[in-house]
């Protein structure tokens, strides 16, 4: 199976800041996902990465507090603007594709837990 | 609005005991997915059901998905501690380029 990577895998940061996280994954993949998670709650989808177009976002949420990029296949990148304690939170990303190993089903990344001041 | 119920929210049993985890939605999917999830750790694949009525079995794990689509089960025969985490239900529609929709999730702990 594939293997997903997140950077930072935590990190705290003050009120106002930005915070951008990166997520690799080791082969190539259709779509990619990002989601917010409370601890010991469920996922809420923030938005799909889209290769080469703007991202896709969900009800709820805005390109300008959470731009996302993904300049290829295999990477993308989600920011965390104008941070509040209110977006301390876990951010997951997912991928998935339409073939072999991966088809249909969703395969996550660790996490990144952040903590706002 | 959440549209993937599990219940319980919440189970503590003892090692070898059984449970069953539910998972109702009054919508439709193609195909639903369980992951568990550890602490620090992103959620992990347990299994897919894409065929109402279908069961599937992984080793003390039995999953099945409704005959009209709309539910799923999770039971698990002679809990172990390894088994303590967050179980989640995942459904997909037809049409929405692999979106999943989660459920509430079902934080589970096994004692011995």
């Known amino acids: 199976s594939a293997v997903i990577s997140q950077k930072p895998s935590r990190d705290i940061c003050q009120r106002g800041t930005s915070l951008t996280i990166q997520c690799q994954v080791d082969s190539q993949v259709t779509m990619m996902f990002w989601y917010r998670q409370q601890p010991g709650q469920s996922l809420t989808l923030i938005a799909t990465a889209n290769q080469g177009s703007e991202a896709t976002y969900e009800s709820g949420f805005v390109i300008d507090k959470f731009p996302i990029s993904r300049p290829n296949l295999t990477f993308s990148t989600l920011t965390v603007s104008n941070m509040s304690p209110e977006d301390s939170s876990i951010y997951l990303c997912s991928a998935t594709g339409t073939g072999g190993w991966m088809a249909d089903t969703q395969y996550f990344g660790p996490g990144t837990r952040l903590t706002v001041l | 609005t959440q549209l993937l119920e599990q219940s319980p929210q919440f189970l503590s049993i003892q090692e070898g005991e059984n449970l069953t985890v539910y998972c109702n939605s009054s919508?439709?999917?193609?195909?639903l997915q369980w992951y568990r999830q550890e602490p620090g750790e992103g959620p992990v694949l347990l299994v897919t059901v894409v065929t109402g009525g279908e069961v599937k079995k992984l080793k003390r794990l039995t999953f099945q998905f409704g005959d009209a689509r709309k539910d799923s089960s999770l039971h698990i025969t002679a809990a172990q501690p390894g088994d303590t985490g967050l179980y989640l239900c995942?459904?997909?529609?037809?049409?929405?380029?692999?979106?999943?929709?989660f459920g509430t999730g079902t934080r589970l702990q096994v004692t011995l």
């Open positions: 919508s439709v999917f193609s195909s």
């Open positions: 995942a459904g997909a529609r037809s049409g929405t380029a692999s979106k999943l929709t």
